[in-house]
């Protein structure tokens, strides 16, 4: 009886005991930040439960008082020195950051050591721009759309500038929007001359997109005088282009093999009036063919090129 009062008392004191086995709480290792960016990281460390129904977080802030931890999370009490990690987001850049592991069980809490990081700087902008389509017809519309990526790039106004042709003068403010949530933004565009354009993001510092260009086709059009006829038969194309191109040369195009159009005949564009030029030139149509009119451009517009027509040889 009295080695028996002898033995409690020596537990109280909590002396170990031969032959008593005392059950071991978990550990916690804090580990490194990886994948750091100028708002997120994530944190690593490992855990070993001992056998305890084990759970864990982070705790992290500007400081060793810490102040922001991420959700508990459960460990295997089966496996040991579990490796561990838990990503945080809305970090300051350039900014120094505290963090340490955390594992609970129901009556134990244990602390990993501390340990810092660093967010580096956020990444510039940037942004680009790009006409769709490429090439219109004198008239017609393109939409110039780009994106802003990098930090903060929702609802920042983008200026739209344009240069005409000749190319020679300074880029001119043309229109200003907003980017919307995922940075994207677009302008609605009529350039009556091949045209370079460039946007300009009011972020800090401003960052401005490679230089695009729209360019200009001179719009033709092409009328035929019958689309089926006897071989050797004469057809007429006529036509307009848009705006007056007075002296260029207008070339009657036929499809060869392999959907290549080659030259049949030939004229130049007359003056009519203001804002347009026409052609007339008539050909002996002797088999059945694709044809089309292309007119040749200048530098201040592209060639311009009609739809095709069948003309069809009984």
Known sequence: MKSGKTLLAICA???AVPGAALAAGPTATTGSAKSVTATTATLAGSVDPNHNATNFHFEYGRSTSYGSR???????????????????????????????????????????????????APPPNSVTVA????TIGFGGSTVLSGQLTGPQNAGVTITLQQQPFPFTGPFQNVTTGPT??????SFTVVPPLNTHYQVQARTSPRVTSPVTTATVAYAT??????????????????GVVLPAHDGAVVLIERRG??????????????H???????????????????????????????????????????
């Open 272 to 314: 009519t009036q203001l804002p347009q030029s026409t052609y007339s030139r008539t050909i002996r149509i002797h088999r059945t063919g694709v044809f089309r009119v292309h007119v040749l451009g200048d530098p201040s517009r592209a060639d311009g090129f009609t739809a095709t027509k069948t003309i069809h040889v009984r």
């Open 70 to 120: 991420t959700p508990d999370a459960p460990t295997d009490p089966t496996k040991r020195n579990q490796a561990v990690s838990q990503g945080v987001t809305g970090l300051a850049p350039r900014a120094g950051y505290h963090f340490r592991i955390v594992a609970t069980t129901s009556g134990n809490t244990v602390l990993g050591k501390d340990k810092t990081f660093t967010t580096p």
């Open 257 to 270: 093999k392999g959907g290549v159009f080659n030259k049949v005949a030939q004229t130049l564009l007359k």
């Open 13 to 15: 004191l909590g002396l």
């Open 221 to 238: 059009s092409m009328k035929a005088t019958s689309k089926r006829v006897h071989n050797g038969k004469r057809v007429k194309f006529t």
């Open 180 to 185: 919307d949530n995922a940075g994207n933004f």
């Open 131 to 134: 006409p769709n389509p490429a």
